[in-house]
């Protein structure tokens, strides 16, 4: 059998200008540039770019509605065709016919059967995956299609009118830098079709993607971009940099952005920071606002409950779980998704607002020489093991407490790829943990090698 062939210019960029050629090229083949580990692109066919625009001015336009005790009105259809559409609901009949005894889902259900989390109406020639880690222990391959993944600027045009920013990038110019640290990272270059082609990068900041580590800076002087996004791990690097171009905003994503870091990031910059509560299954889901009080949803499509450990929703001003139905991304429509994450809703204002949440906060760990790494490394140095569940601890005094719903042969392995990551001499120990009721099921001792201990 012929192995897949591999994709082409045409296939990431269909509707490429020569202009937009020559715009990559210039990304890539830049005397600064970092060394691009990657390919990828927008595999927008021309009916799709205009499907993408027309969603952009879709939800610049609505209006999020819906108030505690009166869900919105494309709810009961949207849970019919879920329903009836979806493999793991199809396979429990009728809805209930109160929505509140539909029984949530978290990201450990779709860890273990992504398939059957995705409609059968879609076609699977248009689809394409991703893998996301998080913080959770479930790292997930996720259902989505191009039209999903260009659609995310929507959300982020709206978060920015917020702050009086309308994007101006097209033809030739630069509106997005994705920026990343971390040891490996996915980086590329694309164009935005919606946009008149105005270019993409998704850069790394750590010094082995760049054969000076001068050049970061540079760079991105050089590239003049709009718009800056990044978690707030890869914007605590891009402040040690000597760059000394402003872009017009900076969106934080992926983790909690602290105030101290927000103020800094805005004071160097000199551009409104905005941090947005996203996830890799839903996409941008609220904005801080501090005249709200909290994260302002973004979605029109999107309802949000706040439940307890019950699967009852709380009445407003009470923290619970936030739990998420609809969405934007048809290959995974959501119902009553827990996200891991807490906090209480306000209807007080003209829109729906998240009040104290409280999300993933960014992680790092150090280093038996002293230095700091993300955590996506250590997920991502995981990925070739059989592991269901785990979670990584780090004390102060720079020791490790590795816990896996994993097999007990997995240990040895365990030990090799962390102490690779974090240095040899790591005082290293790992449980094996059922995860559903918190019991230590084994406990294996200090693994340090006592020659280098």
Same mark, same amino acid.
């Given at each position: ?45 021309? *009916? ?28 009961? *259809? ?35 059967? =992504? ?12 689809? =394409? ?62 164009? !935005? ?91 941008? =889901? ?109 004390? !102060? ?54 020659? !280098?201990?």
């Amino acid at each position: 059998m012929d192995a897949d062939p591999q994709p082409t210019d045409l296939d990431r960029y269909p509707t490429l200008t020569p202009a937009g050629q020559r715009l990559l090229s210039f990304l890539k083949e830049h005397p600064h540039a970092p060394i691009y580990r990657n390919e990828s692109g927008n595999r927008l066919l021309p *009916e799709e770019v205009a499907r993408v625009r027309a969603f952009e001015s879709e939800v610049a336009a609505a209006a999020i509605d819906w108030r505690a005790g009166k869900p919105p009105r494309w709810l009961e *259809e949207f849970t019919a065709s879920t329903y009836a559409d979806v493999p793991h609901y199809r396979r429990q009949g009728v809805p209930p016919v109160r929505f509140e005894d539909i029984p949530s889902v978290s990201r450990a259900d779709l860890s273990r059967d =992504i398939a059957a989390f995705v409609p059968d109406s879609v076609p699977v020639e248009r689809m =394409i995956n991703f893998r996301t880690s998080g913080t959770s222990g479930h790292p997930l391959l996720l259902a989505s299609h191009p039209v999903v993944a260009a659609s995310y600027l929507a959300f982020h045009k709206r978060a920015l009118r917020r702050v009086g920013i309308t994007l101006l990038a097209g033809a030739g110019e630069v509106g997005v830098v994705l920026i990343g640290h971390q040891k490996k990272c996915f980086t590329y270059v694309s164009v !935005t079709p919606t946009m008149n082609e105005a270019g993409l990068a998704k850069i790394n900041l750590h010094p082995d993607d760049w054969r000076d580590p001068e050049d970061r800076a540079k760079y991105l002087d050089d590239l003049k971009a709009e718009v800056y996004t990044g978690d707030p791990i890869s914007f605590a690097e891009l402040l040690t940099l000597p760059v000394t171009w402003r872009p017009r905003a900076l969106l934080s994503t992926s983790m909690t952005l602290l105030p101290g870091l927000r103020q800094r990031l805005e004071a160097r910059f000199q551009c409104p920071v905005l941090d947005l509560y996203s996830m890799n299954e839903a996409g941008p =889901i609220a904005v801080a606002d501090p005249n709200s009080g909290g994260h302002v949803l973004l979605q029109p499509r999107m309802y949000v409950e706040i439940l307890d450990d019950e699967d009852r929703p709380l009445p407003p001003g009470e923290r619970g779980e936030v739990t998420l139905t609809g969405g934007f991304n048809f290959c995974l429509p959501l119902l009553r998704y827990r996200t891991g994450d807490h906090a209480a809703l306000d209807f007080r204002g003209p829109e729906p607002v998240l009040v104290g949440l409280q999300g993933r906060p960014p992680v790092r760990y150090r280093t038996t020489s002293g230095s700091w790494i993300n955590n996506i490394e250590i997920t991502h140095a995981l990925r070739p093991l059989a592991l269901p569940q785990w979670t990584v601890h780090q004390g !102060t005094d720079g020791a490790v407490t590795f816990r896996h719903a994993g097999m007990d042969s997995l240990n040895t392995q365990l030990r090799q790829i962390l102490q690779s990551i974090l240095g040899d001499g790591l005082r290293l120990h790992i449980e094996q943990q059922d995860f559903l009721d918190g019991k230590v099921i084994q406990y294996t001792s200090d693994l340090a090698d006592p020659a !280098t201990s």
